[in-house]
């Protein structure tokens, strides 16, 4: 099967969740004999073409790129949520060259790809990640809170305090529009968690959808560097491991204050990008920010740890670092919010608080803190439920999907179109 990814980051050099789950994902499944293309957006410091464990990597110039900041950040360079005339131009090129039968798509790329598909005969998936396709913020987030849901003039007032006036209101209209041809072009969709499918609302729109979350390689391919020079920075005895952006959104603030009334003699190690406001200034003792780590020194690190910690105040998609983390045995304290419970099970691999409640995030480290024992039974059954979400399972997921698309499945012998999660 010929596939062509489209993803406006690759790992590496942008590291996320979405952007390991792009790459291994196109790894496996070169692995696996189909022939694969990764087709991203240009990286300062990497060739426009490459070929590595099979894929070929395709980095192309966008037009939005190339207007100031608008769609760019000095390390980062983004799809706007409409079509890019050159990514346009460069994916008809790439789809005569390599006749994909199947386009899969995952984020606001898919605009580029959408007035393409007809001609390129290809069938369209469409991984969901986040809300983009009804939130053009992609967070379902309105002031702070969850948002009800989208309306016209609420998410052009939204997108402007998000993005900024130069950005929002254009950003508002072409997502206004274009995600309605993305629904019409999308043969399935997959979002990562049942949160993300009631979000975008895809049965209500009976859009047809599978329910396929994130992975990580199966056990045996997990890179974990115990000599990585990085580890020397970590304390010696107990730790709490965070790991992610530092920020509001990642519940960084309420870890933070629910740190700092613990009384406790075990440090927190926060590993990630610092980009939460003045948040240098204001780490209680005993916090260790180290920064943004490479994966096998970031899995080395979680194997070393006491406790996971992801305070998430948003919706969390399908966050992987859970997986990753129970994968190694630690159990998982998080939000009771947006994926995260299909992923950790409270009282058996981890424990589920309350998003932005210092308090109870404080009295569940607490308690796991203080019961060694039930800590060690919580890693031990985390570790055996991080096996549903390794490749082996959820790659065969990925490619019925493709086989139901091109008709080659019995995956669901009703209609594709319109059906529901299964």
Known sequence: ??????????????????????ADLSRELAARGHDVTVVTLQQKGFPLFEIKRGVSIHRIGGTMQRVGMLFSESDRRYAPPSPDPEVVFA??????????DIVHAHDWMVHSFTPLKAWSKARLIMSLHSYGLICVQKRLMRHEV???????????????????????????LAHRFWSQWERRAVDLFLPVSHAVAEGNRLAKAELPYRVIPNFIPDQAEVACDEAHPLLAQLPKGDFLLFVGDVTRDKGAEVLLRAYSEL????????????????????????????????????????????????????ADSCPTVAIEAMSMSKP????????IPDMVVDGQTGCLVSPGDPRELRDAIRGLLADPVRRERMGSVAEQHAEAFQAASVVARIESAYQEVLGESSFDERPLARSGSR
């Open 91 to 100: 994916l008809r090129r790439l789809i005569l060259q390599e006749r994909p």
């Open 332 to 339: 998982v304290i998080a939000s009771r919010i947006g994926g």
């Open 1 to 22: 099967m010929r596939i062509l990814m489209l993803s406006q980051f690759f790992y590496p050099p942008t590291i996320g969740g979405q952007e390991r789950h792009v």
């Open 263 to 314: 009384d406790t003699y075990v440090p927190l190690v926060l590993i990630g990008r610092p980009l939460l406001s003045g948040l240098g200034g204001q780490l209680p003792p005993n916090v260790l920010l180290l920064g943004g780590w490479p994966h096998d020194a970031v899995m080395a690190a979680w194997r070393r740890c006491s406790l996971a910690l992801l305070p998430s105040i948003v």
């Open 146 to 172: 969850g948002c009800s849901g989208p309306g016209f003039s609420k998410c052009l007032g939204c997108a402007t305090e998000f993005y900024g006036l130069l950005k929002g209101p254009p950003s508002a």
